[in-house]
Every structure is written in C-alpha cells, then in structure tokens.
C-alpha cells in the first residue's frame, strides 16, 4: 500500500462511529486533511463480505492510483471500522460512508462495489445521487429479497447467509471459496486458519448485517438511476449468476451495461485481476470529464 501511495485513516463519522478508509497520501499533510487532486478523478473501491478493503482491491489499487484519487473504505464492522448504532442496514452503511468521504474532501466519486459493497452502492448512488458519479457493480444485486436470498441458497446448498458467508471452521471456509471461485484454490489449513481469525471478527455484528439484507419481494422498487452503471461479472459466478447480471441491466435501463469475463467466479476481480482492472480501466476512460473539485 505504501507503494501504491495510499495511507490508512479513521474518520469519526459521528460519535461512537468510526470508519477507517485508505486514502491517497496526498491528501494527508500531518494532521490535516486536504481535498483530492483536481486532475485526479476519485475512485472509491467498496468490499463485499468475506473480507475488509484491502484483501479484497490489492490487485486494482495500485493499477488505479497513477490516473485516479483511490480511496477504500472498510465497511461498519469490518477492519477498523465500527459503531454503537444498532442500524444494520446496506442504506446506513451508505450513509456512513458518504459522510466519511465527504470528510475526507470527496465531493464526487465513481463507486466500484463487489457483493455486499455492491449492494451499499446502489444506496448511495439512489440517496446521493450528487456524490455518486456512475458506478461499477461486480457479483451484487440491488436488493436482496427473500426470494433471491432462498433460492441462491437452495441452489449452492447451504442453510442460512450465516452458514455460507460467516464460516467458523476451516471446512466451512473452504466451502465458501469452492462456491466464490471458478478454479479451485488451495492453501495450507494453517492460512485458512489464520484467514478466519483475521477476517471474521465481530461475528454478531455480521450476522446482524446479514438479517439487515433481507427484504420482502414486495417492498422492493427499483429506483430510476441517472448514473452510467457497468455491471462487470464472472461469467461462472455460482453465488449471483450471469443471468441475474443481465435481468438486472433491463431493470436498470439504457444508462446500464453489461460485461463477462470468462473463467472467473464470484472472486472475478480476484481470480482474473488484470483482465478485471483493464475493464475497469476502459469503462472509467469512457466516462465524461466531471467538473473538478472545488480547492478548499
């Protein structure tokens, strides 16, 4: 990370909340904070699930920093990031984010969000539309519905969200990567061992984010977006399958596309990292020049 010029930072994005985001070092002089590089379009890089920011963007952030103002935030519960508030939902962890950012000087942004990050995307992109420039969506939905939720999981076996995303044995670990990934990875137990232990702390927290997803068929509405959304997917992504990519593009719209990439799974940015970064590369260079951020 310091290679690729970024820095880790907390925000107290209200009392008793706080998000750590990785952020340009150019943007922290000793303790002040200064507003991103004019020349340099921000880029905000959200995780899904299984693991904070930086496991999860390592292979695209220093691919982005020489054009782009990268910031990665970890989500509430993730990382370094926490709160006394008992709000789980996608909707508050937008919240807290744009708030973060905002901070932070960030006045306009492309979001990219994988899995669950892609779902707190969408909430920011529907609620601040004026911070939220066009967005990429990898492995996500706009909601997760109780008819989604169970037929995703009939499909893959598995019980419950808990039991797939929040493993507690590396048996259980194990199985979440067979079904995140098109080729099979293996590692020492003794890794996945020291995964869990890093990776899936605040258990009760995540498991309260889990029920937070859920929402009834028939309160769910799209929302019309005026952003350019890029749906860019593994085409043998097992958990959000390629057809829900495209039935999603229809329900977003013209201003919607869609992208494959072979031989890739749910871990598309992870399994396939520079074909997924040139992607990602050409569809930020084809979006409009936006006015630049005021100085402060």
């Known amino acids: 990370m310091k290679f690729a010029g970024v820095q880790s930072h907390s925000v107290e994005i ?19 904070i200064v507003n991103p590089n004019p020349e340099k379009p921000v880029v905000v890089l959200v995780h899904g699930f299984a693991a904070e920011g930086i496991p999860t963007w390592q292979f695209q952030i220093g691919g982005l920093t ?14 370094g990031s926490y709160s006394n508030s008992s709000d789980r939902s996608p909707r508050f962890q ?9 901070k932070l000087g960030v006045e306009r942004c492309v979001v990219v969000g994988f899995s669950y990050g892609g779902m707190v ?44 995303l929040l493993p507690d044995s590396v048996k259980g670990l194990k199985a979440l990567l067979s079904v995140a990934t098109y080729k099979k990875l293996w590692f020492p137990d003794r890794l996945h061992r020291d995964y869990l232990e890093v990776m899936f702390n605040n258990r009760k927290e995540r498991g309260e984010l889990l029920e937070g997803l859920i929402v009834s068929n028939k309160d769910t509405i799209i929302p019309e977006f005026k952003q350019r959304i890029h749906l860019l997917w593994g085409e043998n992504d ?42 990602l590369k050409k569809f930020l ?7 630049p951020q005021k100085s402060p």
């Open 121 to 164: 995307a969408f909430k920011m992109a529907e609620f601040y539309p004026e911070m939220v420039r066009a967005m990429v969506i990898s492995g996500s939905i706009l909601a997760m519905t109780d008819s989604i939720s169970e037929q995703t999981l009939k499909g893959l076996g598995f019980s419950s969200s808990s039991e797939l």
């Open 238 to 279: 097992q958990i959000f399958k390629m057809e829900l990519a495209h039935n999603m593009k229809w329900q977003l719209g013209e201003n919607a596309s869609v992208e494959g990439i072979s031989k890739a799974g749910h871990l598309v940015h992870i399994e396939r990292p520079c074909v997924y970064g040139q992607c």
């Open 14 to 32: 209200e009392p008793g909340t706080h998000m750590r985001f990785w952020v340009p070092n150019e943007t922290l002089q000793k303790t002040t």
């Open 285 to 291: 260079a084809s979006l409009p020049a936006d006015e």
């Open 94 to 102: 937008a919240e807290c984010l744009v708030k973060g950012l905002r």
């Open 66 to 79: 020489k054009k782009y103002s990268v910031y990665v935030p970890d989500l509430l519960f993730f990382g």
